[in-house]
């Protein structure tokens, strides 16, 4: 009861400080001409960009009547738009911009990189890999709520643009196949099986996106659900399944047969450079190959030796592999009803939910639900993935799912990882929009990946065999660092890719070779985790050193969320401010609320 009153007066304090502070901005000066020069630009670029790629995903936004434009004129012409952006930015000193416009500039410059960098190398061309596609991701538009007879018409036009939207990508897709721009032919096997569930599905309702028509909200009349369940019907079996057929046939026929056969990313054309720009995507960082490399096999050994000290603690009397070959095969870490999976994950996660107020200051108002991944895409799946309002378990093949790893996946994909960062993103309505709305990798994936580790403060990890799974995660993502440039630079083959994770780390089998043909057919994101934890791991240890018995880890973590998504040199920056301004919280309260409190204020 005192620690709740403390966090209350606590709380009040903060609204009074940003109130009052918010006051007097009012009441000073405008923004430079430099900052409102910059604030023009990427307030303009970015409603360009939210015309360009309407999202159906975010429940916040209005649902779009129409598919994305990917035709090549189209790329050309957003290509032209981003270099004239990149110039006008050239133009702002950075010198003359306020602290907080020059993190942003920072932010942006980076992100407008990237976006650059996407259409020279015509990334467009190659529009899937083996962890997602174009076609799998418009199910992700179906899972939104729904409320009036407008979304409902707006869904239906998506349905009836999906022909003219995969004909598009089927031009890109051969584009690519003609240069030898495609994911290599290994990583295809069976990827077409999405596609299939669409194309042979029996009927509209036996597909997923038939999913808002099964019940419709009170506010759409009788008449009118009747009249929209018709128009879909007719949109997803008129044109929905016969686009699915057409590019299943293009698939089978064309492009899986004389997909490239080389899996490096250096081999692709203009590979050094496009193999370096997708580590730069991916890390943030400008680091060689060989350098991530060789960082890779330290940390590997490294946690391999904490490995060994956990494993005795279990009381296993024989070696490494013996050991891990009796984690992936004795039945008391494994489930036989998919439930009874989701069930314990649920009770991970609530269990975290009362340790959160320990180590979070600010808690996002978003909640999150827990769902099984979609048959018609889980055999391919990775073992699950987090997101601001729902944590996605894979259920398919039980003896693949090991209890002991489900502490540290739940830890990584619900809170206090994505769910929890992503919630708060969403929350920081004093950021520009490019800094709350776009995912960059190694600041969300190392954030994540922290908070696996994180679970052993916090208590989470009850057994040997519990923290045996964290380090195994732990050995995953660092391992990653030597596979992804062992493929991609060192010339790797795909087994042997799988027979280092195997080797080191208690993951299944089945998991193994989803994410090696991951990492194959998706240069450099494999790399963000590690490096992203390294960065939150490292900045926290130079905080505590810093400021000794003034460290608030609470505080700590507040400044590290309150940023949004930023590339990892701004977050460095930001914690060395920290330390400078004495380790103070940086005041969890929203914009809407201390705008609110600002008139009384005293």
């Known amino acids: 009861m005192g620690g709740e009153r403390v966090m209350r007066v606590s709380r009040l304090a903060c609204l009074i400080f940003v109130g009052l502070a918010l006051t007097s901005a009012a009441a000073g000066a405008a923004p430079s001409q430099a900052d ?38 189209h790329q050309a012409r957003r290509l032209a738009y981003w270099q004239n952006v990149r110039a006008r930015l050239d133009g702002i000193s950075r010198a ?7 993190v942003n500039f920072a932010v942006y410059r980076d992100q407008l990189d990237t976006l650059i960098n996407q259409q020279i190398f015509r990334e467009f061309e190659k529009p899937f890999n083996s962890d997602s596609s174009f076609w799998a991701n418009l199910g992700f538009g179906s899972s939104r709520a729904f409320h009036t007879t407008q979304d409902y018409k707006n869904y239906i036009a998506q349905l009836n643009d999906i022909p003219r939207y995969f004909a598009e990508e089927t031009v890109n897709m051969r584009a690519g196949l003609a240069r030898g721009f495609t994911p ?5 096997v069976g990827r077409d099986v999405s596609v299939s569930n669409i194309a042979e599905a029996r009927s509209a309702q036996a597909t997923q996106f038939w999913k808002p028509f099964k019940t419709m909200p009170d506010s759409v009349s009788p008449s009118d659900q009747a009249a929209l369940r018709e128009q879909a019907r007719a949109a997803i079996e008129g044109k929905v399944q016969p686009a699915y057929r057409a590019l299943l046939t293009f698939l089978r026929n064309d492009y899986i047969p004389h997909a490239t056969e080389r899996l490096a990313a250096e081999d692709l054309p203009d590979g050094k450079a496009y193999y370096r720009a997708q580590i730069k995507e991916f890390t943030t960082l400008d680091m060689e190959p060989e350098a991530i490399h060789q960082l890779g096999l330290s940390e590997v050994a490294r946690i391999h030796e904490q490995m060994l000290t ?30 009874e999976l989701l069930n314990r994950a649920a009770w991970i ?3 975290v939910d009362g340790k959160l107020p320990t180590y979070f200051g600010w808690l996002p108002r978003s909640r999150f639900g827990i769902e099984p991944v979609s048959p018609d895409i889980a055999p391919f799946y990775t073992s699950a993935r987090g997101g601001t309002r729902t944590y996605l378990l894979n259920t398919y093949d039980l003896p693949s799912r090991p209890l002991y790893n489900l502490t540290a996946l739940t830890l990584h994909e619900s809170a206090p990882g994505h769910s929890l960062q992503g919630g708060l993103a969403e929350e920081q ?30 208590g989470m990890y009850d057994t040997a065999y519990d923290r045996f799974g964290m380090l195994t995660f732990q050995m995953w993502r660092a391992a990653r660092l030597v596979v992804d440039t062992g493929i991609h630079h060192k010339g790797w083959t795909r087994a042997q890719a799988i027979q280092y994770l195997h080797d080191n780390t208690a993951l299944a089998d089945h998991d193994i070779e989803i994410e090696v043909d991951r990492y194959i057919s998706w240069p450099g994101q494999a790399l963000s985790y590690y490096l992203g934890m390294m960065a939150i791991s490292e900045a926290r240890a130079k905080a505590q050193a810093a400021l000794g018995p003034k460290f608030d880890i609470r505080a700590f973590h507040d400044t590290v969320l309150s940023m949004g998504s930023v590339p990892l040199p701004v977050l460095r920056a930001r914690i060395d401010r920290f330390i400078l301004e004495g380790g103070r919280d940086p005041m969890p309260v929203t914009w809407q609320e201390a705008k609110s409190h600002e008139t009384t204020a005293p």
């Open 36 to 73: 409102a020069k910059f604030q023009t630009i990427y307030k303009t670029e970015w409603a360009w960009r939210k015309l360009e790629f309407p999202s159906s995903e975010r429940g916040q936004a209005p649902l779009p009547d129409h598919q994305p434009r990917v035709d090549a004129a």
């Open 96 to 102: 003359d911009l306020s602290a907080n416009e020059a």
């Open 184 to 188: 290599p032919k290994a990583t295809l």
């Open 310 to 339: 956990v494993m005795k603690e279990t009381g296993f009397k024989g070696e490494f592999p013996a050991f891990l070959a009796f984690l992936r095969t004795d039945p008391q870490f494994y489930v036989k009803d998919p439930q």
């Open 349 to 351: 996660a609530k269990r």
């Open 429 to 458: 309505d004093r950021l520009p929009d490019f800094r709350r709305e776009v995912y960059i990798s190694a600041y969300g994936e190392g954030w994540a990946l922290y908070c696996e580790r994180l679970g052993v403060e916090m």
